[in-house]
């Protein structure tokens, strides 16, 4: 499994750790995360929704922050999940960029069995770094 759930991190939150051989890798596994914090089964979330959007920030960390923020964002906003990406993320300069297309759909709880609502990503003991094999991350959401 790309992504782990840390059971005994925090009591009112969700904590995490996602892990990537590569940077798209990682922001795929974080993104897998998020939404399996939502939904008992990311597997029944079909390809029927895409959105295409551009991030940038000024280091890798925060990249990945907004990006999450982001998916939480569609969620809110349009009542979307995700459950597949196609990322690209590259470094120019001192500016990080992505550009994501994300797979998902619509909210339906007749299809989606929902755990919880994710309010925001927290900074609250949150890290990005680069490993031996690879990248990892450790995340806290507010639920």
Do not use: C
Not at 68 to 81: C, G, T
Not at 95 to 118: F, S, T
């Amino acid at each position: 499994m790309p992504y782990r759930f840390i059971e005994d991190r925090t009591m009112a939150d969700v904590a995490f750790t996602a892990e990537g051989r590569s940077l798209v890798e990682l922001f795929t596994s974080a993104g897998l995360a998020v939404t399996a914090t939502m939904v008992k089964d990311v597997s029944k979330i079909e390809h029927l929704a895409t959105k295409h959007f551009s991030l940038q920030a000024e280091n890798i960390e925060m990249l990945l922050f907004i990006f999450l923020q982001e998916l939480i964002f569609y969620k809110d906003a349009e009542l979307l999940l995700f459950s597949g990406f196609d990322l690209d993320i590259s470094q120019k300069g001192e500016i990080w960029r992505l550009r994501a297309r994300a797979m998902g759909e619509e909210i339906d709880p007749d299809i989606h069995e929902l755990i919880v609502d994710v309010k925001a990503v927290s900074l609250h003991r949150y890290s990005v770094e680069e490993t031996p094999e690879g990248w990892r991350a450790e995340v806290m959401l507010d639920v």
